[in-house]
């Protein structure tokens, strides 16, 4: 069976790279998933969690705070504002993040963005709830 290249890149590091069967985002207008001979394409996707499934069938998620998914010649490249795998998911620190966003959100004050609190909370929101579902690796099957 043929395989896709992919390579997850956030702004700090490369952090996946290598063969896999498919790469599903959580597109802007839903979830979408890239297979092998895929029509070339460019992709915005959001806060959500990026999967690659190996060649074996594992499943391995990372989650992400958006960016873009380019696809040429069966080499996947996903360009993410932030990407870190569940296993990576430190979720005292994530659970702090939640809490700040909720204050800021519950603070009354002009000088409160409430779209960027909004967007933190979502952020957070999305790295607990991968971290606790134990979402991560998962056999085929």
Do not use: C, Y
């Amino acid at each position: 069976m043929a395989h896709l290249q992919v390579e997850i890149v956030a702004p700090s590091r490369r952090v996946f790279q290598g063969e896999a069967r498919g790469v599903q985002a959580p597109g802007r207008f839903g979830s979408f998933e890239v297979l092998f001979n895929h029509a070339p394409m460019i992709a915005a996707f959001d806060i959500g969690a990026v999967r690659v499934t190996a060649p074996d069938g594992e499943q391995v998620f990372f989650a992400s705070s958006g960016g873009f998914l380019e696809v040429i010649d069966n080499r996947v490249t996903v360009l993410a504002d932030t990407a870190e795998p569940v296993s990576e998911i430190d979720t005292q620190r994530a659970k702090a993040a939640e809490e700040r966003a909720l204050r800021r959100l519950q603070a009354t004050g002009e000088d409160i963005d409430r779209l960027r609190a909004g967007r933190a909370l979502e952020r957070a929101r999305n790295r607990l709830r991968m971290a606790m579902g134990r979402i991560g690796r998962t056999g085929s099957g």
